[in-house]
């Protein structure tokens, strides 16, 4: 990795290019669990107050501040600490703050200072340089990021749409290993390494990206983010007009209406869905649990109930309260599908966007190249939707849609070799290359056809 940093490049994008004020955010670099409410006690603090510090990581803000793993927090910057706000009041530090923690380590109190270090940067390698840039979508600023092969000339596109969590994809692709916290990366590597310019572009309140929180997020909101994300890829000098769009999971749908608008040469998807987003939704709620292991008795009660409950409140626009206080026998269903009146950490609007859209008539205008892919161990996502799209695409333009099974491939891109297998150890599996193999020759076959 640090030869990487004394590569020297044979080239950078001009100041007017990617002139970025975006700031930087701190990174503290270790996690916390809470104190017990008898610790809390010990140190005159209120329950749900106080945290108790893990491994520092090395090289970042806790490291050079010297916390230790098992401190006790009790305060940063003179604010009692909390479990709940403590990423909240980090995020609203740049980097360069000062930081000041209280800690209590062998009964002793000390007192921890020093800056709150930004969060480490993609240092690029000896194929590619990475450019930390922005675009700005309703007056706020999101991370896009970029990199940029070393040698000279126009090069390929490729726009990475990610999935529905909120997790920040600002990591270094050359040692991504596809685990949680690096979803997606070896595949981002895979045409960043090839003389792709890749953009990755970050959420609203994730990374360095402005706006949020993240439950508020409508889906249209969010729709016009990726498009002027694919419009800044596309309008740089050094990319030529094969630019390929991937959607993963939710990105596969956030996908066909971000290319109607700003067409490329091909868009590929995976373990997305087509159809109306409420039968997806019933079929989610009675596969997962078969997967699972549920039996047949209680699969039916619960796509009963969820159908039910789904309908009220998806279809007709009713609220939660709304449908427990008309029908209390529904009202378990509703606590558990909408807790603390959300789905899925979302607000409602959200979902209800969602579900008014008519995926097909999308798909149906798009003149272009089309890959979907469903992972044979994916049990997230089905292939009927995959083959769906592929039909969509070809009853319009013949021969431009294609349908494939990536072979031992599950919804987060992990090798696992049947469904059941995935559903035990989801998150917990490595990396699969099937999925970028098929990309990657179905990229280079659409561009071998001048």
């Given at each position: 990795?640090?030869?990487?940093?004394?590569?020297?490049?044979?080239?950078?994008?001009?100041?007017?290019?990617?002139?970025?004020?975006?700031?930087?955010?701190?990174?503290?670099?270790?996690?916390?669990?809470?104190?017990?409410?008898?610790?809390?006690?010990?140190?005159?603090?209120?329950?749900?107050?106080?945290?108790?510090?893990?491994?520092?990581?090395?090289?970042?803000?806790?490291?050079?501040?010297?916390?230790?793993?098992?401190?006790?927090?009790?305060?940063?910057?003179?604010?009692?600490?909390?479990?709940?706000?403590?990423?909240?009041?980090?995020r609203g530090l740049p980097a360069g703050s000062a930081l000041s923690l209280e800690v209590v380590r062998a009964g002793q109190v000390l007192k921890l200072d020093g800056p709150l270090l930004e969060r480490p940067r993609d240092p690029?390698?000896?194929?590619?340089?990475?450019?930390?840039?922005?675009?700005?979508?309703?007056?706020?600023?999101?991370?896009?990021?970029?990199?940029?092969?070393?040698?000279?000339?126009?090069?390929?596109?490729?726009?990475?749409?990610?999935?529905?969590?909120?997790?920040?994809?600002?990591?270094?692709?050359?040692?991504?290993?596809?685990?949680?916290?690096?979803?997606?990366?070896?595949?981002?590597?895979?045409?960043?390494?090839?003389?792709?310019?890749?953009?990755?572009?970050?959420?609203?309140?994730?990374?360095?990206?402005?706006?949020?929180?993240?439950?508020?997020?409508?889906?249209?909101?969010?729709?016009?983010?990726?498009?002027?994300?694919?419009?800044?890829?596309?309008?740089?000098?050094?990319?030529?007009?094969?630019?390929?769009?991937?959607?993963?999971?939710?990105?596969?749908?956030?996908?066909?209406?971000?290319?109607?608008?700003?067409?490329?040469?091909?868009?590929?998807?995976?373990?997305?869905?087509?159809?109306?987003?409420?039968?997806?939704?019933?079929?989610?709620?009675?596969?997962?649990?078969?997967?699972?292991?549920?039996?047949?008795?209680?699969?039916?009660?619960?796509?009963?109930?969820?159908?039910?409950?789904?309908?009220?409140?998806?279809?007709?626009?009713?609220?939660?309260?709304?449908?427990?206080?008309?029908?209390?026998?529904?009202?378990?269903?509703?606590?558990?599908?909408?807790?603390?009146?959300?789905?899925?950490?979302?607000?409602?609007?959200?979902?209800?966007?969602?579900?008014?859209?008519?995926?097909?008539?999308?798909?149906?205008?798009?003149?272009?190249?089309?890959?979907?892919?469903?992972?044979?161990?994916?049990?997230?996502?089905?292939?009927?939707?995959?083959?769906?799209?592929?039909?969509?695409?070809?009853?319009?333009?013949?021969?431009?849609?294609?349908?494939?099974?990536?072979?031992?491939?599950?919804?987060?891109?992990?090798?696992?070799?049947?469904?059941?297998?995935?559903?035990?150890?989801?998150?917990?599996?490595?990396?699969?290359?099937?999925?970028?193999?098929?990309?990657?020759?179905?990229?280079?076959?659409?561009?071998?056809?001048?």
């Amino acid at each position: 990795m640090l030869l990487s940093l004394l590569i020297p490049v044979l080239f950078l994008a001009s100041p007017s290019d990617f002139a970025d004020p975006l700031p930087r955010r701190g990174s503290l670099g270790v996690g916390f669990t809470p104190l017990t409410g008898k610790q809390a006690e010990e140190h005159g603090l209120a329950r749900g107050e106080g945290l108790v510090a893990g491994t520092p990581a090395p090289g970042l803000s806790a490291e050079k501040l010297g916390l230790q793993s098992g401190d006790r927090v009790l305060r940063l910057n003179g604010e009692v600490v909390r479990s709940s706000t403590i990423q909240g009041v980090l995020r609203g530090l740049p980097a360069g703050s000062a930081l000041s923690l209280e800690v209590v380590r062998a009964g002793q109190v000390l007192k921890l200072d020093g800056p709150l270090l930004e969060r480490p940067r993609d240092p690029g390698t000896a194929s590619y340089e990475v450019i930390y840039s922005h675009i700005v979508h309703d007056g706020q600023r999101m991370r896009t990021i970029i990199t940029r092969p070393r040698t000279p000339g126009k090069h390929p596109g490729f726009f990475f749409i990610q999935g529905f969590s909120p997790v920040s994809y600002d990591f270094v692709l050359s040692t991504a290993t596809g685990d949680v916290a690096s979803l997606d990366g070896p595949l981002l590597h895979k045409f960043a390494d090839t003389g792709f310019v890749t953009m990755r572009v970050e959420k609203p309140g994730v990374g360095d990206s402005e706006g949020g929180p993240f439950a508020e997020l409508d889906y249209q909101q969010e729709i016009g983010i990726y498009r002027t994300a694919l419009a800044q890829l596309k309008g740089q000098s050094f990319v030529d007009p094969d630019v390929f769009v991937f959607g993963h999971s939710m990105g596969g749908s956030f996908g066909p209406m971000v290319v109607a608008d700003e067409p490329v040469r091909g868009i590929a998807v995976y373990g997305t869905a087509a159809r109306t987003w409420f039968e997806f939704l019933l079929d989610t709620i009675r596969y997962q649990g078969l997967v699972a292991g549920d039996n047949f008795v209680n699969t039916d009660e619960k796509a009963r109930k969820g159908a039910r409950v789904m309908a009220e409140v998806m279809l007709l626009g009713r609220s939660p309260e709304e449908v427990k206080e008309a029908q209390p026998e529904l009202a378990p269903w509703v606590d558990a599908f909408f807790p603390g009146g959300l789905f899925n950490g979302k607000t409602l609007a959200f979902w209800r966007q969602l579900n008014e859209i008519n995926f097909a008539s999308y798909w149906a205008r798009l003149d272009t190249q089309v890959l979907a892919i469903h992972g044979e161990s994916d049990f997230v996502a089905y292939a009927v939707d995959h083959q769906l799209i592929a039909d969509i695409v070809n009853g319009r333009h013949p021969g431009q849609g294609r349908f494939v099974c990536a072979p031992q491939s599950d919804h987060l891109l992990h090798s696992f070799a049947t469904e059941q297998e995935s559903a035990r150890q989801f998150q917990h599996g490595k990396y699969s290359p099937s999925v970028e193999t098929i990309v990657a020759e179905w990229i280079a076959e659409v561009r071998s056809r001048k």
